[in-house]
């Protein structure tokens, strides 16, 4: 492991950068030096958008059909066809077929989760973020492990939360142990549920943290991390390094781009992968992403967990995201989604309170399977703001637009026939990496997911929900019962006995 313990003696970035990065563990995956994001591809690929912008309705359809019966990540070339498209007949063609994947992979269900920022330390410098080092309007903090206990009082004990995504700054104080022993910290505190006294806590800590060399990611592992997201910002390497200085540890966009690799090298193989739209040409993003997508499953059999889609947003102490040429419009950014489902049909798809409520309900049925709720991004805001919606500038690394909470947020789900999901089943069952693949690709997982999202609601509505969400829930949840009962007549014994124990209070079942 990286000797973290002397970095803490370490004064400047320069000397964590030199500790940190380990060169091997970057040659080993651009054998030759060739680096798997073909940048000379991407650009002859739009500028042939740009010469020929006109997309052919049948190959255009050959390329739905291929996503939707295949489920395998599509090329660049064909990713490049389904971008020129402008005709919104054609257009609604393809958003029809993403949600019929999205259905066929995880069924009408939306997971939810929280994030967590641990901390606002970061040793970078990159020009959009709130948090970057000599920032002098951020106030700075690192939660201890009693802070993070009064978090999680909050987000597991009154909002219900089963499933969080912890995010760090990089920086010597939220080393891999400070990372590891937090994570623990979230899956031991348990608290009692408002409504029925039964022991809640939190059942998946996925991780948005700096890219890691492989000895570090063992060791998180070992304590239980879901997903690790490592967002690449842009994958353009010019716009890259005009965004992370050269003396920062992030200014090195090969050890960020490889980092995936070495999770899957470290057996962390439940990798989330995302960009920051409105830095560059979103074309450019999606290209690119197909491109990292296809070299993990070209080494490893594994694509991404999750894709996410982040857009810039306001910060403090930066202009850069009100003054970049390639900030994206609402349409643009619908899609984005789109293309993304078709182009990597089997990924799950993040869409964060980043986004209004009028964009994220919009886009609900154009691939996406995962949003959060009841939100809070202020370090320590979720157990000193009781007013969930409070948001301050100078504790946070953007502005979020979707202030919803998660009673809302369940009950506007509820009410167009889409069930919650608080479930974290298949992770604790060993179905990730490369045995969730095939299962995800051939819709398995989906009909486990359905089973799954049932006792998980139902849990939360008993122990959480409003009158009104309850009421509404309850209904779904009835008419989910029929449909299990229609496609699993014989296993449908077994569902009804878990979840009439879930119903007396059991808690945690699961299949
Ligand atoms: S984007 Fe991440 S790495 Fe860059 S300054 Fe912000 S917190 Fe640090």
Same mark, same amino acid.
């Given at each position: 492991?990286?000797?973290?313990?002397?970095?803490?003696?370490?004064?400047?970035? =320069? &000397?964590?950068?030199?500790?940190?990065?380990?060169?091997?563990?970057?040659?080993?995956?651009?054998?030759?030096?060739?680096?798997?994001?073909?940048?000379?591809?991407?650009?002859?690929?739009?500028?042939?958008? &740009?010469?020929?912008?006109?997309?052919?309705?049948?190959?255009?359809?050959?390329?739905?059909?291929?996503?939707?019966?295949?489920?395998?990540?599509?090329?660049?070339?064909?990713?490049?066809?389904?971008?020129?498209?402008? &005709?919104?007949?054609?257009?609604?063609?393809?958003?029809?077929?993403?949600?019929?994947?999205?259905?066929?992979?995880?069924?009408?269900?939306?997971?939810?989760?929280?994030?967590?920022?641990?901390?606002?330390?970061?040793?970078? /410098?990159?020009?959009?973020?709130?948090?970057?080092?000599?920032?002098?309007?951020?106030?700075?903090?690192?939660?201890?492990?009693?802070?993070?206990?009064?978090?999680?009082?909050? !987000?597991? /004990?009154?909002?219900?939360?089963?499933?969080?995504?912890?995010?760090?700054?990089?920086?010597?104080?939220?080393?891999?142990?400070?990372?590891?022993?937090?994570?623990?910290?979230?899956?031991?505190?348990?608290?009692?549920?408002?409504?029925?006294?039964?022991?809640?806590?939190?059942?998946?800590?996925?991780?948005?943290?700096?890219?890691?060399?492989?000895?570090?990611?063992?060791?998180?592992?070992?304590?239980?991390?879901?997903?690790?997201?490592?967002? =690449?910002?842009?994958?353009?390497?010019?716009? @890259?390094?005009?965004?992370?200085?050269?003396?920062?540890?992030?200014?090195?966009?090969?050890?960020?781009?490889?980092?995936?690799?070495?999770?899957?090298?470290?057996?962390?193989?439940?990798?989330?992968?995302?960009?920051?739209?409105?830095?560059?040409?979103?074309?450019?993003?999606?290209?690119?992403?197909?491109?990292?997508?296809?070299? !993990?499953?070209?080494?490893?059999?594994?694509?991404?967990?999750?894709?996410?889609?982040?857009?810039?947003?306001?910060?403090?102490?930066?202009?850069?995201?009100?003054?970049?040429?390639?900030?994206?419009?609402?349409?643009?950014?619908?899609?984005?989604?789109?293309?993304?489902?078709?182009?990597?049909?089997?990924?799950?798809?993040?869409?964060?309170?980043?986004?209004?409520?009028?964009?994220?309900?919009?886009?609900?049925?154009?691939?996406?399977?995962?949003?959060?709720?009841?939100?809070?991004?202020?370090?320590? /805001?979720?157990?000193?703001?009781?007013?969930?919606?409070?948001?301050?500038?100078?504790?946070?690394?953007?502005?979020?637009? &979707?202030?919803?909470?998660?009673?809302?947020?369940?009950?506007?789900?509820?009410?167009? /026939?889409?069930?919650?999901?608080?479930?974290?089943?298949? @992770?604790?069952?060993?179905?990730?990496?490369?045995?969730?693949?095939?299962?995800?690709?051939?819709?398995?997982?989906?009909?486990?997911?359905?089973?799954?999202?049932?006792?998980?609601?139902?849990?939360?509505?008993?122990?959480?929900?409003?009158?009104?969400?309850?009421?509404?829930?309850?209904?779904?949840?009835?008419?989910? !019962?029929?449909?299990?009962?229609?496609?699993?007549?014989?296993?449908?014994?077994?569902?009804?006995?878990?979840?009439?124990?879930?119903?007396?209070?059991?808690?945690?079942?699961?299949?």
């Amino acid at each position: 492991m990286a000797d973290t313990a002397n970095i803490r003696k370490f004064e400047s970035a =320069q &000397d964590y950068v030199k500790r940190f990065i380990v060169q091997e563990e970057i040659d080993k995956y651009l054998p030759g030096g060739r680096h798997f994001i073909d940048t000379a591809k991407i650009d002859s690929l739009i500028a042939g958008m &740009d010469a020929n912008p006109a997309a052919d309705p049948a190959k255009v359809r050959e390329i739905i059909a291929k996503s939707e019966e295949t489920c395998e990540t599509l090329l660049p070339e064909e990713t490049a066809e389904l971008m020129k498209v402008t &005709d919104p007949a054609l257009f609604e063609e393809m958003r029809a077929a993403a949600d019929r994947i999205k259905h066929k992979v995880y069924d009408n269900r939306i997971v939810v989760f929280a994030p967590l920022y641990m901390s606002n330390l970061c040793v970078n /410098g990159c020009r959009y973020c709130g948090f970057r080092e000599g920032n002098a309007q951020q106030k700075r903090r690192v939660l201890t492990m009693d802070e993070l206990k009064e978090e999680l009082d909050v !987000l597991a /004990g009154r909002i219900g939360h089963k499933r969080l995504i912890a995010v760090y700054g990089e920086h010597p104080s939220t080393s891999t142990e400070y990372i590891a022993e937090t994570i623990e910290t979230c899956y031991a505190h348990q608290v009692p549920a408002p409504r029925t006294g039964a022991k809640v806590g939190i059942r998946r800590v996925n991780v948005n943290a700096a890219p890691l060399p492989v000895e570090d990611l063992k060791v998180l592992r070992s304590v239980g991390i879901g997903t690790f997201q490592v967002f =690449q910002e842009t994958y353009n390497r010019k716009l @890259y390094e005009q965004m992370h200085p050269a003396w920062s540890v992030k200014g090195n966009y090969d050890w960020r781009t490889t980092c995936f690799h070495r999770c899957m090298e470290a057996g962390v193989d439940d990798v989330g992968l995302g960009v920051l739209y409105g830095l560059c040409d979103w074309r450019y993003e999606l290209l690119a992403t197909i491109m990292h997508a296809r070299d !993990l499953e070209r080494w490893f059999n594994i694509g991404p967990h999750t894709l996410s889609f982040p857009r810039l947003e306001p910060a403090s102490g930066t202009k850069v995201p009100e003054e970049s040429p390639w900030l994206i419009d609402d349409d643009t950014f619908a899609r984005i989604l789109v293309i993304a489902r078709l182009s990597v049909p089997y990924t799950g798809m993040i869409v964060t309170a980043r986004e209004s409520a009028a964009s994220r309900n919009r886009v609900l049925d154009h691939g996406m399977t995962q949003l959060d709720c009841s939100s809070n991004i202020a370090i320590k /805001g979720y157990s000193d703001f009781a007013n969930e919606a409070h948001q301050e500038k100078e504790r946070q690394q953007f502005m979020l637009g &979707d202030n919803r909470s998660i009673d809302e947020m369940v009950r506007y789900l509820a009410s167009r /026939g889409t069930i919650t999901s608080f479930c974290t089943a298949g @992770y604790r069952c060993g179905r990730t990496g490369g045995c969730i693949m095939d299962a995800l690709k051939t819709g398995r997982e989906g009909k486990f997911c359905k089973i799954n999202a049932v006792l998980t609601f139902r849990e939360w509505l008993d122990d959480f929900a409003s009158g009104e969400t309850r009421a509404i829930g309850e209904k779904l949840i009835e008419k989910e !019962l029929a449909g299990i009962k229609e496609w699993l007549p014989k296993f449908y014994p077994t569902v009804m006995k878990q979840y009439e124990a879930t119903c007396r209070g059991e808690r945690d079942l699961f299949f």
